[in-house]
């Protein structure tokens, strides 16, 4: 249990930062998922638009600091793998 004042506010300042890091991730995984299902579905139109609004969402990641730019990168390019696949 936290017992001086800066202690307390560290776990308040915690749970509010934890809450807004997972709002942010959830979003991200949101943006990729709409990705996935574009690809999914064959629609290669649809996965280029879904990818071109996910892009930025997964690099805002990376400049908030919730997701490694490599994780980013890694991902926006397997996934740009697969909508070229597509044909």
Do not use: Y
Request: aromatic share 4%.
């Amino acid at each position: 249990m936290a017992n001086t004042p800066q202690a307390k506010k560290r776990i308040r300042r915690n749970d509010r930062r934890a809450e807004i890091n997972g709002a942010r991730v959830s979003r991200i995984r949101t943006f990729v998922k709409k990705v996935e299902a574009a690809l999914a579905a064959g629609d290669k139109t649809a996965a280029t638009a879904a990818l071109a609004a996910a892009q930025p969402e997964l690099f805002r990641g990376v400049s908030k600091g919730v997701v490694h730019k490599n994780t980013a990168s890694r991902k926006f390019s397997r996934l740009t793998k697969r909508i070229a696949a597509l044909g």
